[in-house]
Antibody, heavy 120, light 108 residues
């Protein structure tokens, strides 16, 4: 059974960089799409972006100037980097697998999520 | 970018009720529409993909329909474990995939 696990600091200072890693077990990162999604407390879901197995990326236009998603196939991990954070970036951050096989893409496996609080 | 609008934002229903949630896209997205269920403190769970395909392991009381801009999620007979928030999500746009604002299903 595939599992994804987010890891990284739970507290980041305003204007600094948020860095998270998602570790995959029970499957290979060398296929599909690897995604980051966030959810501010009490609010809805927002796609941050994804990286494909081939290394191509797609970012939310509203975050594009601040976001980088990368993959390390040797460690079966992918990562999120968000620079110049503000309180508006406080959220639960989820990693997820995006699948596109004979059907439009969807997210089928999700991590449990990790709360990141941005504070001065 | 493509906006997804769900209605209602919340609803109250009883066990055994038939529940209908709608999702409208700001432009045509063919069948690039997925539905997720989220319970408090948990990650979302995929219910329906490609507008009408039931994800493996999801009870058959959940069904989805629609194409183009208008989509529907139906729970045919609401069960206690179905009280949750439901989100639609489009995966059509190359500018990014977006979710609806969510529909909270509460106990009447």
């Amino acid at each position: 059974q595939m599992q994804l696990q987010e890891s990284g600091p739970g507290l980041v200072k305003t204007s600094e960089t948020l860095s998270l890693t998602c570790s995959l077990s029970g499957g290979s990162i060398s296929s599909h799409y690897w995604s980051w999604i966030r959810q501010p407390p009490g609010k809805g879901l927002e796609c941050i972006g994804y990286i494909s197995y081939s290394g191509s990326t797609n970012y939310n236009p509203s975050l594009k100037s601040r976001v980088t998603i990368s993959v390390d196939t040797s460690k079966n991990q992918f990562s999120l980097r968000l620079i110049s954070v503000t309180a508006a970036d406080t959220a639960v951050y989820y990693c997820a697998r995006g699948v596109r096989q004979l059907a439009p893409p969807y997210f089928d496996y999700w991590g449990r999520g990790t709360l990141v609080t941005v504070s001065s | 970018d493509i906006q997804m609008t769900q209605s209602p934002s919340s609803l109250s229903a009883s066990v055994g009720d038939r529940v209908t949630i709608t999702c409208r896209a700001s432009q045509s997205i063919s069948n690039y529409l997925n539905w997720y269920q989220q319970k408090p403190g948990k990650a979302p769970k995929l219910l329906i993909y490609a507008a009408s395909s039931l994800q493996s392991g999801v009870p058959s009381r959940f069904s989805g329909s629609g194409s183009g801009t208008d989509f529907t999620l139906i729970i045919s007979s609401l069960q206690p474990e179905d009280f949750a928030t439901y989100y639609c999500q489009q995966s059509y746009s190359s500018l990014g995939w977006t979710f609806g604002q969510g529909t909270k299903v509460e106990i009447k």
